[in-house]
Structures are given as structure tokens and as C-alpha cells.
């Protein structure tokens, strides 16, 4: 009985246990805040993107014409994008059904390649990031 006594009593190694038993919860949330900095510096980028591509699409006299301006856009544009490729970008220009004086521009974008992917976090956002920009034709 002293010996379980005395080794219950002793504090020297009680640090490296808790360190132990939190450490992978630790890196855990740090690499899930890590991956969801760059999901969502990804996203920003995709959002400013497309509208850019709107805003050069808005020369186009029609639905096919701004679909092909904002395509040209983002395939000539030198994107200085770390994580952003152009290939993998599907780029869409409809009219507005309910407003004849605006159109919107959608990209969605493949983020299947980011590096985020083969981290080991929580829960991430799925694999593709879709968002658009809507611009008025004529003005106000």
C-alpha cells in the first residue's frame, strides 16, 4: 500500500502526461484554422475574380459576348494567385429572368487541388467554391 501511496503523491511527470492528452487536440485546431485561412483567401480571391470578369463583360453587347470577354478575361489575366489556377475556373454569364437591364457572372471553381485537403483538421468546407457577380447594364 506505501508504494501505490507514494506514486499517487509524486508530480514529476504530470507536464509531459498533459501535454500528451492536449497537444493533438491543439495541433488539430491549428491546422483547421490554417486550412480555413487559405479555403477562404481562396474564395475572396474567386469573389474578386468574378467581379473583374463582370466588369470587363459588361462590353459585350450579348449573353455570348460577355461569356466569351469574362472567359478571356481570366484566361489572359496574369493572376498573381498563389492557390488560384484559371484552368480549373467554369465561367458562366447569364441575363438576368427577372431584370432585362443586368446580367451575372458565376464562376465555379475546383479548390480539390489546395493543400488544405491533406491536412488532418476538423470538418472542412466541400471542394468546390461557386460565386458570382451581378452588374448593371447602362448604369443606374
Given at each position: ?6 506514486l499517487?503523491g509524486?508530480?514529476?511527470g ?9 497537444a493533438?487536440l491543439f495541433f488539430?485546431c491549428?491546422l483547421?484554422l490554417?486550412?480555413?485561412g ?6 475572396h480571391?474567386?469573389q474578386?475574380?468574378a467581379?473583374?470578369?463582370a466588369?470587363?463583360a459588361?462590353?459585350?453587347l ?5 461569356e466569351?470577354l469574362?472567359?478571356d478575361?481570366?484566361r489572359?489575366?496574369?493572376m498573381?494567385q ?13 441575363d438576368?429572368?427577372?431584370?432585362a437591364?443586368?446580367?451575372t457572372v458565376?464562376?465555379?471553381?475546383d479548390?480539390?487541388?489546395?493543400p488544405?485537403?491533406?491536412l488532418f483538421?476538423f470538418?472542412?468546407?466541400?471542394e468546390?467554391?461557386?460565386r458570382?457577380?451581378?452588374i448593371?447594364?447602362?448604369g443606374?
Amino acid at each position: 500500500m506505501s508504494v501505490l501511496k507514494r506514486l499517487l503523491g509524486r508530480r514529476e511527470g504530470a507536464a509531459a502526461i498533459e501535454f500528451a492528452v492536449i497537444a493533438p487536440l491543439f495541433f488539430m485546431c491549428v491546422l483547421t484554422l490554417i486550412a480555413y485561412g487559405i479555403y477562404l483567401s481562396a474564395a475572396h480571391s474567386i469573389q474578386q475574380i468574378a467581379a473583374d470578369a463582370a466588369r470587363t463583360a459588361i462590353a459585350g453587347l450579348s449573353e455570348e459576348e460577355r461569356e466569351q470577354l469574362a472567359i478571356d478575361y481570366i484566361r489572359t489575366t496574369t493572376m498573381n494567385q498563389t492557390f488560384i489556377k484559371s484552368s480549373q475556373m467554369n465561367v458562366t454569364v447569364r441575363d438576368d429572368e427577372n431584370n432585362a437591364n443586368q446580367f451575372t457572372v458565376t464562376i465555379k471553381y475546383d479548390a480539390s487541388d489546395l493543400p488544405i485537403w491533406s491536412l488532418f483538421t476538423f470538418a472542412l468546407p466541400g471542394e468546390q467554391i461557386e460565386r458570382y457577380a451581378t452588374i448593371r447594364v447602362g448604369g443606374i
